[in-house]
């Protein structure tokens, strides 16, 4: 492992910490008393306290020396005195272990008193510290200079690799997480108040059942069978409400093995609730006060910011039919039309669609392409052909719809409801139906017939409404978040590349090519401003590392980010 010199300045601070006879991962509780949130809210002039975090800045000043403690509530600054922390001869604690052998990012613990500075700042006045856990790297903290901040930890990637320091050194993304952890409480208090059952289901299913996707498969050594992570816990939900509970309820973290983008990550969380003797039309009135509850409980009001967009979710919202929504942004009635006549009606309109779609694929191509985006306000799009809507009931005044309804938001699914189908034989034959579209060649229908569940609706359901609920959308509207990596803690990344060892120019002529992602070779070679030796060198190793690659196209040659 190759050290940065800082790093290898605080591996010998630790050496020398040891020699002092301090130990710099004490095991011992350290008791404190306040936090920074406490201090300041609670402020006492002489109060004594004891509080610990992370040492963010420090700054000597001979005897004495201001330094700012960060814990989880936020940051409040400490005064340290030689004096009064080495009132005795031996100043070693103030002179060496305090201005030369802490760093940014160490933890201590501090006994002090709370006084006020002649420019108002609350402060600790340290009487003694302790020093908890010493930091062997350092953190990527950003510095300030007449009010401009520069090298900021701001790259998506590093710190989607490293959340642990970007909400270190980023403290205003903890909020996201705090509104996240705030918006499952409300939704579970929602829940359990109206008389509903929070339940867990299988994470390692013998089937994926309850949606169309990939799914991750995986192995049972003793079984000697495979299994497939969850796609989707609504079969096994549907089942417990055939045993005889009015109302459950599951916060599920779902996998499909499908591509990934700002708004899809491989391994996400879903809310999927079923409540007997209801329809779609109660469980619509239903979502409007439940996410009324939740955007007020969350941000204390039900209008929030997302993008360029104002969107208020106060109840009640649009309700706008498939069929309407298409008639009106495309111009085309699909009522009644045929498989062919629906495809021809695609291409006329410039989506792309191929022989593997059924009607329910090409329905859903057009809606998404020309319809969609065009919800920005909270509205509920309903009634769906039965061929997008495998486990629907079927409409009770249209037998070719389905009771279903999806809720927009700005051009986006946030929940996805039914009046669920508890009839096994109609249950049956659309699974059938599913199996003949997978043979086609749809990979979006599903391949498996869950024998079992069909078993179970065999026993009697009683007539069901169900509604699922993606979470970590919901949230990235809540909190104004264009991409889901920001509302997760730990989002799915591609192996970290190993780091390269290349010479300043190579890394300068890196640096450019990062921000463009793909630049002509010509145009790099003048913005690197590198005579031609250098510059063949330093193209050279780039490629040879790959860092970069040149490719020869039609238009010229251009580099690109490997």
């Not at 495979?226 to 079969?235: C, F, H, S």
Request: hydrophobic content about 35%; glycine content about 6%.
């Amino acid at each position: 492992m190759q050290l940065s010199e800082q790093e290898l300045v605080r591996r010998d601070k630790l050496k020398k910490l040891r020699e002092l006879d301090i130990n710099p991962y004490p095991a011992d509780l350290y008791p404190v008393t306040d936090t920074s949130k406490q201090i300041k809210e609670q402020f006492e002039e002489g109060k004594k306290v004891v509080a610990a975090g992370r040492l963010m800045m420090i700054r000597v000043q001979g005897k004495a020396s201001f330094a700012q403690l960060q814990d989880a509530e936020g940051k409040i600054q400490v005064y340290f005195n030689r004096d009064e922390i080495c009132p005795g001869e031996d100043k070693t604690k103030y002179n060496d272990v305090f201005k030369k052998l802490l760093d940014f990012g160490d933890f201590i613990g501090v006994e002090g008193e709370l006084f006020t500075t002649k420019v108002g700042e609350k402060t600790i006045n340290v009487k003694d510290f302790t020093l908890l856990s010493k930091a062997l790297k350092p953190l990527p903290v950003p510095k300030e200079k007449d009010g401009k901040v520069y090298d900021a930890f701001t790259d998506p990637e590093q710190r989607y690799r490293q959340r642990y320091a970007d909400l270190v050194v980023n403290p205003q993304v903890k909020n996201v997480f705090v509104k996240r952890t705030k918006l499952f409480n409300a939704m579970r208090q929602f829940f359990n108040d109206a008389g509903y059952f929070e339940v867990e289901t299988p994470v390692l299913q013998p089937i994926p059942g309850g949606a169309a996707a990939r799914p991750f498969v995986t192995h049972h050594n003793a079984l000697d069978v495979p299994l497939y992570m969850r796609i989707a816990n609504e079969l096994y939900l549907k089942r417990l409400i055939v045993g005889g509970f009015e109302g459950v309820y599951e916060f599920s973290k779902n996998f499909r093995n499908e591509g990934m983008d700002r708004t899809h990550n491989p391994e996400f969380t879903a809310m999927e609730i079923y409540v007997a003797y209801k329809d779609y039309n109660w469980m619509m009135d239903f979502c409007e006060r439940l996410l009324e509850h939740c955007a007020t409980a969350v941000n204390g009001t039900t209008k929030v910011k997302f993008g360029e967009h104002d969107i208020d979710f106060k109840a009640p919202y649009a309700r706008v039919t498939m069929a309407d929504s298409i008639k009106e942004f495309t111009g085309f009635d699909i009522t009644g039309k045929s498989e062919d006549e629906i495809r021809q009606a695609a291409i006329d309109l410039g989506v792309e669609v191929d022989n593997t779609m059924g009607k329910g694929k090409l329905i859903d191509e057009i809606f998404g392409e020309k319809c969609e985006g065009n919800y920005i306000q909270p509205t509920f799009i309903t009634d769906y052909p039965k061929e997008m809507s495998p486990l629907c009931k079927e409409h009770r005044d249209n037998p070719e719809l389905t009771e279903r309804f999806e809720l927009m938001v700005c051009g986006k699914e946030i929940a996805n409801a039914y009046s669920e189908l508890n009839d096994p034989i109609d249950q049956r034959e659309r699974f059938e139906h599913q199996l003949k579209l997978a043979a086609k060649g749809d990979d979006e229908a599903t391949e498996f017939i869950d024998h079992d569940f069909l078993r179970a609706l065999e026993y009697g359901m009683p007539p069901t409404s169900g509604m699922g609920i993606g979470m970590d959308r919901l949230i990235m509207f809540l909190t104004n978040n264009q991409s889901i990596q920001e509302v997760l803690f730990f989002p799915q990344m591609r192996p970290e590349k190993k780091a390269v060892a290349i010479s300043e120019d190579a890394k300068a002529v890196f640096e450019i090519l990062k921000k463009a992602e793909k630049l002509e070779l010509v145009d790099l070679k003048t913005q690197s401003g590198l005579s031609n030796k250098k510059w063949d060198k330093t193209i050279k190793e780039l490629t040879k590392n790959n860092l970069a690659k040149v490719e020869k196209t039609d238009d010229g040659l251009f580099v690109g980010v490997i």
